[in-house]
């Protein structure tokens, strides 16, 4: 029998409450069009034109995903705040998505999900925004459901007491299936590296991990699988990258990368006071170290970034084009890395505070910013009250259960259900993809519902220890692929 969508354990409650979070976000404080944003608009008004333009000049400085789908939100007749709705859509499509794929492993970890993905108000909140990131999370969460139903085809048991002629025939069908997913999946992958290019190695990325830990496979069927999703990929990416090529002299989807690599060299130029300043801040709050050193300056979000773009702004000058400017960034960032042992070190120093704000918990008085700025003018301009003090400790407590729990969810995930656990590869990809560069909290935004998944772990064994929960049902284990 089925069950109603109106009942207590459907996932509509929590649906219609992440679309009245977001929703609310949209009436009470839209962002407007600016800075990063502005060019977003201005190339898909350009688009319209028949152009991909900043300034009448073809450009490669953005990704195509999300001004092509502005463009096309504009054509159909909408206004900007017609776009910030369908991006509500978008967020909670996400967060269906995810959820029924996880269902399709583990039927418990269903609905904690849906309801953590509700209430995360740092999600819900680029519902407002005039960003990629509603667009990116639901491509992420396609992904993600796409890659949960091909594993679960291409471990699909046979029925028992089938003839040998019935069992050829099922996996004759069950192989082309298997391959039709799985292309999807891998044109899943390049769609979304066309919208946030930190994305263009995931599905390469897991086409290897499908090759190396499919030890229940053939290694025949394992590489025709990965090959599959690299090669559907790439034909997504290509035509793009050729553009580049021919209008730039670059192969690549975008020209940021040397920006951002060039951010995190600064970083580490800096001393190793300024370091240890940084990790108070990410750790304990920049109130904190306000307090604790007064004369201390950690780099928290922004500092060293007008040195990035005055830097670009020469190469420039020099006669560079962007995306010329952007292969010298890399170069020097690279140069300055590794000038000697100590500068590399402290670059590997830096990794764990970047890893750590990139999770970290948004504020609930400003959800596109870190806590770890709460309270920071009081700090600078004297001492803080007991109640403020208070907060403080009760806010950054709860960002070491919140980046903590994920980090642990992820090991339980792995440990759990295997190498190959969906939720596991996309969170542990925009992890691994982030260590090397500058990062904002926002870049993990796109992965949130996948991250509820590995809290939801914690959450239900912690629960198992303390004899609550109910035990483990797999529909799919991806561990046996």
């Excluded at 009470?28 to 977003?40: C, G, L, M, N, R």
């Excluded at 091909?150 to 099922?170: M, R, W």
């Amino acid at each position: 029998m089925k069950r109603s969508i109106f009942a207590r354990t459907s996932l509509l409650w929590p649906l219609l409450v992440a679309g009245l979070v977001a929703s609310w976000f949209v009436v009470t404080a839209p962002e407007p069009i600016a800075k990063d944003s502005a060019q977003y608009d201005a190339i898909a008004h350009s688009i319209l034109r028949g152009q991909y333009a900043l300034d009448g000049v073809p450009t490669m400085l953005r990704e195509p995903g999300y001004p092509l789908f502005r463009a096309a939100m504009y054509a159909i007749g909408l206004t900007p705040t017609g776009i910030l709705w369908v991006q509500v859509a978008l967020l909670v499509g996400a967060i269906w998505l995810a959820a029924s794929a996880v269902r399709r492993i583990d039927r418990h970890l269903c609905l904690p999900t849906a309801w953590l993905s509700a209430v995360a108000y740092g999600y819900l909140v680029y519902g407002s925004s005039h960003y990629s990131e509603a667009v990116a999370a639901f491509l992420v969460s396609l992904v993600g459901y796409l890659g949960v139903r091909a594993c679960e085809i291409a471990t699909a048991p046979h029925d028992e007491g089938s003839t040998v002629q019935e069992i050829c025939s099922d996996s004759a069908s069950a192989r082309r299936a298997e391959r039709w997913w799985f292309m999807l999946f891998g044109f899943a992958c390049g769609v979304l590296a066309l919208t946030r290019v930190a994305y263009e190695f995931l599905g390469l990325f897991i086409a290897v991990i499908m090759i190396v830990f499919a030890r229940s496979l053939y290694w025949r069927r394992r590489i025709i699988i990965g090959l599959t999703i690299v090669v559907s990929s790439a034909a997504v990416m290509l035509p793009w990258a050729i553009r580049n090529e021919y209008q730039f002299g670059s192969f690549a989807l975008t020209q940021r990368a040397g920006v951002t690599l060039y951010a995190r060299a600064l970083k580490a130029e800096a001393s190793w006071k300024t370091l240890g300043a940084s990790y108070v801040s990410a750790l304990f709050g920049q109130a904190t170290i306000a307090r604790l050193d007064p004369t201390a300056h950690p780099i928290v979000r922004m500092e060293h970034w007008t040195e990035v773009w005055n830097t670009y702004a020469r190469l420039q000058q020099s006669g560079l084009d962007d995306s010329h400017a952007d292969a010298q960034m890399t170069h020097l960032a690279v140069q300055s890395i590794t000038s000697n042992p100590v500068q590399f070190i402290r670059y590997c120093v830096w990794t764990p505070i970047e890893v750590w704000r990139l999770l970290a918990l948004p504020s609930p008085l400003s959800p596109t910013f870190r806590i770890e700025a709460m309270f920071i003018e009081r700090a600078t301009a004297g001492p803080l009250s007991i109640p403020v003090i208070g907060l403080l400790i009760l806010a950054h407590l709860m960002e070491w259960l919140w980046v903590g729990g994920t980090l642990l969810g992820l090991v339980f995930a792995i440990r759990r259900y295997g190498v190959l656990f969906m939720p596991g590869l996309l969170l542990g990809y925009t992890i691994l993809i982030h260590m090397p560069v500058d990062v904002i909290e926002r870049y993990a935004v796109p992965v949130t519902p996948w991250r509820m998944v590995c809290l939801v772990i914690v959450l239900i064994s912690l629960r198992r220890v303390f004899g609550h929960a109910p035990p483990p049902h797999a529909k799919v284990v991806p561990a046996e692929v």
